[in-house]
Nanobody
Framework: QVQLAESGGGSVEAGESLRLSCTAD?????????MGWFRQGPGKQLEEVAA????????YYHDSVKGRFTISRDDAENTVYLAMRSLKPEDTATYSC????????????????WGQGTQVTVSS
């Protein structure tokens, strides 16, 4: 069974927008203290992007996406979103959703469950 499923990736031009979705089963959605998004670009290390507390409201962002990306959650749909605007070529990466986070949201090891990832490609 799929615990986390991402969608919404694609190929866009610089300056355009995309919204990623991460849908979880209920147990996974409410596990841990927060859910997050990570990304890994070509030839780069895995990088934290954003996180949101399980109770909602409090959000965290990597400096490189502050003001451009917005993480949110819809508890009725067991879904976390990552709205991305003003995309840049350096945002090109595979974006992965993670659940069951406890501790430091920036650390991949803080998360228990990971999705398969969705590709985002931004051309200049």
């Amino acid at each position: 069974q799929v615990q986390l499923a991402e969608s919404g990736g694609g190929s866009v031009e610089a300056g355009e927008s995309l919204r990623l979705s991460c849908t979880a089963d209920r147990e996974t959605y409410y596990s841990g203290s927060f859910m997050g998004w990570f990304r890994q670009g070509p030839g780069k290390q895995l990088e934290e992007v954003a996180a949101i507390l399980t109770g909602g409201g409090v959000t965290y962002y990597h400096d490189s996406v502050k003001g451009r990306f917005t993480i949110s959650r819809d508890d009725a749909e067991n879904t976390v979103y990552l709205a991305m605007r003003s995309l840049k070529p350096e945002d090109t990466a595979t974006y992965s959703c993670a659940a069951g986070g406890v501790g430091n949201w920036r650390k991949s090891r803080a998360y228990k469950t990971w999705g398969q990832g969705t590709q985002v490609t931004v051309s200049s």
